[in-house]
Structure formats: structure tokens, C-alpha cells
């Protein structure tokens, strides 16, 4: 009986201490504290002077020698008052951030405090604060996210809203924020989205330019994703709907707006040339290095460059001498069409040594240098053929596939092996017989890669690609079609995938930021040279194969007094050419894109000369003067390869082949065949076996096999007739080695 009395005294006594008054009085006492200590805070806590931020500093670029390339960061703002911002867009901006504005004390306790707690906490930057808090933020504090920062956020905007009016909050807070394009402030906003003054703001248009205040860089329109516009066309929806809840706007008025598309960007002043395009390029870049746009925008970088200055002048003084010279682009609406862009990368470092982006970032800001858009075309071949060797494949016979491997030349042979019907043309419909691969490579024929492609599978062609630096996409599937280029890819991507066949397998990522300094910090470069992602037979052989294009194949304009290898590529309808090459020290990938003045892609042929523009002429042309500018004359440096089968010059015995010098200029796929006049002497360095089972892959015993008219290289005497009247860029060129 005794334990249940003191069990009863022991409750009684627990009871005692923790009484309802007592544990009030404690929180009471508590609340008392806090309140306090907010007050103490309140109290220390002073409205200080304009921060750093408020007057922006510049971005100082410089090339690699240390030599500046550009200042930018001058403040795009121009404060307006807030009776020349049309009543409806001030309403907008409200009913975007903070519809208790014109009730509320400056500041909202409740998002303040989520928006801490998920700092301290690590789950990211988070919002929650008022058009008053983040006045103060952008005016007097920085855009650090910490615990401290907020709370001088929340006291400073509580005096901020005791001593200035509403209207002058708002005013500063829309002259203050940053919209995006380089813009601070309403003012510039209106001028670089939509080309007219804020006083002429529609309410559509504010409240787009409200709603890109949450994430300028992810909704600015012209350059967003899929994802990111549909983002923000939800964000201009729930910005007019928030209007119409409020009063602020009808509902008739509402149901009849449509999304006002803002115009493209404009570079700032000083951008000219190909300043802006690098510049744009190197922000890229330091953005992909998780340096923010607002980061960068905010000003206070010296940024030093991979960009070599000379090899840069050298590039643009390539295609002046061999496009834009030749050009009427003010006086021949189609020949304005005609777009170049360009990237050239040291194989060994990764280093971007000169970008060539376009005629002039004022004149046409998006950059052809990285812009994906346009096929690649026959400069892909080069890459399935590298995972032909990586991947040990082998014919629909079993034969090993090497650079004397003989396939069906047909124009429009069906694929064998495919569940995809494929059977493309070829240049011209030319059809050529049993050819090696590498007068595949040489003459750029369709047919061959088509069925190579279905040999080494696209799945795994599409994997090296990848592997080596192609970018994937919704236009790149795996089926037969991707051998001939039909995804996008820009010339920053080709050189990258070249640099790495050059580099022997191993991975070279182009690179144009060396280093950014900041006075908080130092961002280095992305690591340029990775691992070794093919083998290095695999991108040897692909190597030796580009050579004998250059030297006797569709790339001979791009040949000089340097040991060169590339490959040449003419889009569908002719609408972008390429030529991709590469020497022991140097890779640079060329391309010409045909563009109206709408932004519409648009054929090339009939532009910079009659017929088509391909590959092999003009942009091979471009590649062969600036690399012959940029190694000085030439070079004595020699691919060191390592490879199975093929003949030490580079070129496999080719049954089709004859030594007769060319009397026509080659386009990516010779258009001219010609009989033999004897039975070849010689076999590919891989035979057919006697008894063939797919005749599809490989012809015949009894097809009699067609001569090709292929060059060996432009003879010393002779010189390659040009259809546009320009005698090129090598009226005598060296014999191969």
C-alpha cells in the first residue's frame, strides 16, 4: 500500500514544476526576451549608405597575354520616376511579389523567417521577402544568402518603411532590380525587351517584365528552354490573375491578352566585332562553373582568357579574305544569308584560342560559334568510324571494319541489319561500286557510313559521340540516319570532338576561361584534358583516314605546309557546310550556315558562288588560310599514330582509285566517275572472303566495279577550276608526303 502513496507524491511533485502558469509564464518571459532583443537590434541596426552593388563596377577580360579584351559592366540604368511607369505595370510588379504592399509594415515576419530557416538549414536560397525587403537587399545590403544578412534585411526594412512612402519604395525597388540582357532598373528593361521607353509599357509587357524578376537568366524568352518558357508564361499568367483578384485589372481586359514575346537581345556599347560573342561565350562558361549571372552582372571580375590575340586576328582576317570579301551583303539580299562561325582549340591544353562568331555582335548577336541549330553533316562520319574500330565491329559478314574494308558504293543501297529502312542517295546520285572505307572517307559517300552505322549499331556510334564531345538532343536518335550529321551540333562541339581524335582518345573539353578573379573569390577553369574516353587506335585510324581526305579527297583546299587531317560536310538542301580539320598542334572546325533575315534556315546554294556552297570550297578555304596564318607559314609536326591495317601514308589500297590528276574541283561527294581503262592491280588491305553471304554489304564477285575520278592532291601545274571565279586558296599546293 505504501508504493502507490509514494507514486502519488511523486506526480504530485512533477506537477508541482511544471504547472500551466508556470510554463506560461516562462514562454511569456521568453517572448518578453526576444521582443527585447529585436528591440536592441532595432536600435543598433542603422539605415546605411548604398552598397557596392548599387553602383556596379566593370568586368575586365583580357586576352592570354594579359592584354585587355574588353570592359564591360557600365550601369545599363536610367532612374525613372514613378509617374512615368504607367499605373497598371506598377500594379503588375505588385501583384508578382507582394500583394500586401500597399498594407503591410515592410515586411513579412512569417516569409522572412522560412526563408532563414532554410538557410541555416541548407535547403537554398529560398524567398519570402517583400517589395520592401528586397529594395533594401538590392540598395543598402548585398545578395549574400546567410542568416545575418536577412535580419538586417528585416530590421532595415522596417525603418526603410517608416521614413520613406510606398511609392518611393516601389519606384527604388523597380529602378533597382535586375531584369536580365545587362538591364538595372524599369528603364533599361522596357528599352531591351521591348525597344520602347517604361512610359510606354503595355500591361502585358509589365507584367512579363515582372515576372522575369524571379530568374532573368532562365526566363529571358529569346534564349530560354522548353522548360524555362513555359516557366515563365506561367509566372506572366499568375501575375495578371493576381491583378484581376486584386481589382487591379478586368477580367475582360484580361481574357483578351496574349503573351507579349520580347524582341532578341542587343549587345551593350563596346561589344562590336567579335568582343561580344567571346564575352557572352566566357559568362557562359563561368556560369556552367557555378559563377551566377547576378554574380557576374554585379561586376568586380578580372577575367583572363584561353584567347591567343594573334591567332584571333588571324581567324577574322581568314574570313574576311576568303567569305566576306566576296560578299554583297548590302546590295544581294541572298548573299546576306550567308553566316560563318568558327572555334579553334589546341588539341594538347583544351585552350580556345580564337572564336569566330558571326559578322559583329551588334550587327547579328546570336553567336554561330556555339549555337546548335544546324547539322553538322559528313564531318560526323569520321566519329562512326572511330567506334567502328573502338568497338572491334564487324561487317553483316563478319569482317573486321578498318580503313581497308571494302563496302557497297551504291547510291540508295537499302541498310542490311536495320529494323529502320534506310537507303540514302548519295552526292548526286553518284553510285561508285566496292569502294575501301577510306575512299568512303575520302569522297564522303553516304552509303557506306549509312551501312557502317548499322554494322557498329547507332546506339554505340551515338555513345562515342558523346563520349568524345558531341551534345545529346531531340535530334539525335539512335537509327541509321544520325550517320550523316542530322543532329545539331555547334563548331565549339566539333572542335571538341576533333581535339579529341587528335589528342590520341584522350578527352579534350574546349576551354575559353583561364582563370576569374573576383576580390570574394577565384573560379579556375573547367578541367579541359580528361580521360581516355576511346582507344587510341580507334582515334588514330580516324585520323589517318581525315589525312588522305585532305590530301586526295574532298578537304584538298585545306591542304598546305603542314600534315593535316579533317573532314568535309554538306547539310541537307545545302543549308549549313563544314569543314572540321585538325593538325598535330591546332583544331579548328568551320562552319557557313544559311540564315534569313527572319532567323528561318535557308539554303546556301547560289550564294557565295554558283551551285552549291560546300564544304570542301569555302569553309575549307577559311580553314586552310588561318591555319596556315596561325602556324606561321607551316609546320613540321607529324601525327604520331598508331593504327591496325592501312598504309603509312594514310591511305588504304583502293580498288576505285587512279592517279589521273582531277579536272573538275571535288564537292563532299564526287559528282564525275569514269571507267577503268584496266582491272585494278591492287586489293583493300582487308579482302572479302570468296564466298560472300550478304551481298548487301559486300558486292558481287561478278559486279564489275567502277573507277572513280578521285584526286591525290591538286597538281603543282594545274589549277582546280573554281565555279565561283575565286581560283582558291591553294592555286599551287604541295605534293603529299
Known amino acids: 500500500m505504501g508504493r502507490p502513496d509514494k507514486g502519488k507524491a511523486k506526480k504530485r511533485g512533477i506537477r508541482r514544476l511544471f504547472t500551466w502558469k508556470k510554463i506560461l509564464g516562462t514562454f511569456i518571459v521568453f517572448c518578453m526576451l526576444g521582443m527585447g532583443a529585436l528591440y536592441v537590434v532595432y536600435l543598433l541596426v542603422p539605415v546605411p549608405s548604398a552598397n557596392a552593388e548599387a553602383t556596379m563596377q566593370s568586368n575586365i577580360y583580357k586576352y592570354s597575354n594579359g592584354k585587355i579584351l574588353a570592359r564591360t559592366g557600365k550601369i545599363n540604368r536610367e532612374i525613372v520616376g514613378l509617374d512615368k511607369i504607367p499605373l497598371p505595370v506598377q500594379k ?318 551504291t547510291s540508295k543501297r537499302p541498310v542490311v541489319g536495320s529494323a529502320i529502312d534506310f537507303a540514302p542517295e548519295n552526292e548526286d546520285d553518284e553510285s561508285y561500286g566496292p569502294v575501301t572505307v577510306q575512299k568512303a572517307t575520302n569522297s564522303s559517300i553516304n552509303s557506306v557510313y549509312a551501312q557502317m552505322i548499322v554494322d557498329v549499331t547507332p546506339a554505340k556510334a551515338k555513345k562515342t559521340a558523346l563520349a568524345i564531345g558531341m551534345k545529346d538532343g531531340a535530334g539525335f536518335p539512335e537509327t541509321p540516319a544520325i550517320s550523316l550529321g542530322t543532329m545539331g551540333a555547334s563548331t565549339m562541339d566539333m572542335a571538341g570532338a576533333y581535339a579529341t581524335l587528335d589528342n590520341h582518345g584522350k578527352k579534350v573539353t574546349p576551354t575559353l576561361v583561364k582563370t576569374a578573379e573576383h576580390k570574394e573569390r577565384t573560379v579556375k577553369g573547367a578541367q579541359p584534358i580528361g580521360d581516355q574516353v576511346i582507344s587510341r587506335e580507334a582515334a588514330d585510324t580516324a585520323t589517318q583516314a581525315m589525312t588522305g581526305v585532305v590530301r586526295s579527297g574532298s578537304g584538298f583546299r585545306a591542304a598546305g605546309d603542314y600534315e593535316a587531317a579533317g573532314k568535309t560536310g554538306t547539310s541537307e538542301n545545302n543549308r549549313s557546310a563544314w569543314f572540321v580539320g585538325y593538325t598535330p598542334e591546332l583544331v579548328t572546325a568551320v562552319g557557313l550556315f544559311g540564315e534569313d533575315e527572319k532567323g528561318n534556315q535557308v539554303t546556301l546554294t547560289d550564294t557565295i558562288n554558283p551551285g552549291r556552297a560546300n564544304g570542301g570550297r569555302t569553309p575549307a578555304q577559311i580553314w586552310g588560310d588561318y591555319t596556315e596564318r596561325a602556324l606561321n607559314g607551316g609546320s613540321d609536326a607529324s601525327f604520331d599514330l598508331e593504327t591496325e591495317g592501312g598504309s603509312s601514308d594514310g591511305t588504304a589500297p583502293d580498288p576505285t582509285a587512279t592517279t589521273e590528276a582531277p579536272t573538275e574541283e571535288p564537292s563532299d561527294e564526287p559528282t564525275e566517275t569514269r571507267e577503268p581503262t584496266a582491272p585494278p592491280t591492287t586489293t583493300a588491305t582487308t579482302p572479302p572472303p570468296t564466298t560472300t553471304t550478304d551481298p548487301a554489304t559486300t558486292p558481287p564477285p561478278t559486279q564489275e566495279p567502277t573507277a572513280t575520278q578521285e584526286p591525290t592532291a591538286p597538281p603543282t601545274s594545274i589549277q582546280p577550276p573554281d565555279a565561283g571565279g575565286d581560283p582558291g586558296l591553294n592555286s599551287t599546293t604541295r605534293p603529299p608526303r
Open 92 to 409: 503588375a510588379f505588385v501583384a508578382a511579389e507582394n500583394k500586401t504592399f500597399y498594407k503591410d509594415n515592410g515586411v513579412d515576419i512569417k516569409g522572412t523567417t522560412r526563408a532563414a530557416w532554410n538557410t541555416i538549414t541548407g535547403k537554398g536560397k529560398q524567398g519570402g521577402s517583400t517589395i520592401t525587403q528586397q529594395y533594401v537587399k538590392n540598395y543598402f545590403l548585398s545578395q549574400d544568402q546567410t542568416a545575418t544578412r536577412k535580419l538586417k534585411e528585416m530590421v532595415i526594412a522596417l525603418k526603410v518603411d517608416q521614413k520613406m512612402s510606398k511609392s518611393d519604395i516601389l519606384a527604388g525597388y523597380m529602378n533597382t532590380s535586375y531584369y536580365g540582357r545587362s538591364a538595372y532598373g524599369i528603364q533599361a528593361a522596357a528599352r531591351s525587351y521591348y525597344g520602347v521607353d517604361a512610359t510606354k509599357l503595355t500591361t502585358a509587357q509589365g507584367a512579363y517584365l515582372a515576372s522575369l524578376l524571379q530568374a532573368p537568366n532562365q526566363y529571358d524568352w529569346t534564349s530560354a528552354t522548353t522548360t524555362g518558357r513555359k516557366l515563365v508564361e506561367d509566372r506572366w499568367n499568375y501575375v495578371l490573375d493576381n491583378m484581376v483578384g486584386e481589382g487591379w485589372l478586368s477580367p475582360s481586359e484580361r481574357a483578351g491578352m496574349k503573351f507579349p514575346v520580347p524582341q532578341k537581345p542587343k549587345p551593350a556599347p563596346g561589344m562590336e566585332g567579335q568582343t561580344g560573342y567571346i564575352v557572352e561565350a566566357a559568362n557562359q562558361e563561368l556560369m556552367r562553373q557555378g559563377v551566377s549571372e547576378e554574380d557576374i552582372k554585379a561586376g568586380g571580375w578580372t577575367i583572363t582568357l584561353n584567347i591567343d590575340e594573334k591567332k584571333q586576328k588571324d581567324l577574322v582576317k581568314a574570313v574576311d579574305k576568303q567569305l566576306e570579301a566576296k560578299l554583297d551583303r548590302k546590295g544581294d539580299k541572298k548573299q546576306a544569308t550567308v553566316q560563318a562561325g568558327a572555334t579553334s582549340v589546341d588539341p594538347k591544353t583544351g585552350a580556345v584560342v580564337a572564336l569566330y562568331g558571326g559578322v559583329g555582335a551588334t550587327e547579328h548577336w546570336m553567336s554561330n560559334a556555339t549555337r546548335r541549330d544546324y547539322q553538322p553533316a559528313s564531318t560526323f562520319k569520321p566519329i562512326v568510324l572511330a567506334s567502328a574500330v573502338d568497338n572491334r565491329a564487324t561487317t553483316q559478314d563478319g569482317r573486321q571494319i578498318g580503313l581497308g574494308t571494302i563496302y557497297d558504293g
